[in-house]
């Protein structure tokens, strides 16, 4: 695992941001793995900055995105792909018909739908760079504490913290889902390179139990450490509980010297 350090959220940002530059420079036709909520926003905005400013183009890529809310319309304001469409799609150069999310409505059998979703990722030649949040309980995508380590897409029921968390983007009168279909450990496993990005206070404990706790269903997040490409980017709040801090930026520098020097891996997955 590799764990850079930022002074700040927006710091967090424009180093997520040159990853993604440096991937597209190496491979255009790159598979992105996406992800909400709040951490990536700041990403998805210097994203677009880069497009805008020509030095960064999504036109050959195709994206996948973690999860999605079980059975909510797509034009719904809090579906993720409205999401999606608002924060990134609809101000880059990316081809619509090549950006997918898990939907499952009730009419549809979640079985089949995450078995296909598995399939499509495959077909496009599996995902180059995941990006990841962490939820306060350690959670990723939408696996929430004792998810099956080798769990694939499939349907979620989300736990009372992650509800808590998310409510305040409904209002009184919306109901909000309490099921998602969500990407397995073992699919975002499978990325050849994992982006976890981290801000604020309510995550520092999440990261201290993803980077030095056990591997354990209990911190879904610390399979990362399983991983041989995982970089973790975060703000000082975020890493506030983390030590060693001086020999982590040591690595940090010495591995972006090895990418600028080799290139990132994406052989075979
Ligand atoms: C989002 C997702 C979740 C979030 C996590 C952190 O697609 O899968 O795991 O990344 O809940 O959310 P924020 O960034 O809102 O704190």
Redesign the pocket.
Known sequence: MQIILCDDANQVAAVAASWFQTLLAQKPQAVLG???????IKLYQQLIALYQQQQISFAKCSSF???EYYDIAAEHRNS?RSFMQNQLFDHIDIDPERTFLPSCSSQDNPRLVGQAYERQISTMGGIDLQI?????NG?????EPTSSLNSRTRLKTLTEQ?LK??SRLFTKDEIQPTMAM?MGIATIMQARYILL?AT?K??AEAVKQMISGPVSANCPASILQMHQNAVVILDKEAASLIEEQSYLRNAANENQRLISRYGLNLGDL
């Open positions: 996406l992800a909400t909520g709040s951490t990536p995105n973690l999860d993720y990841l949040g962490i939820g306060s959670h990723i995508g939408f696996n992650t968390d998310n969500t990005l604020g309510s995550k």
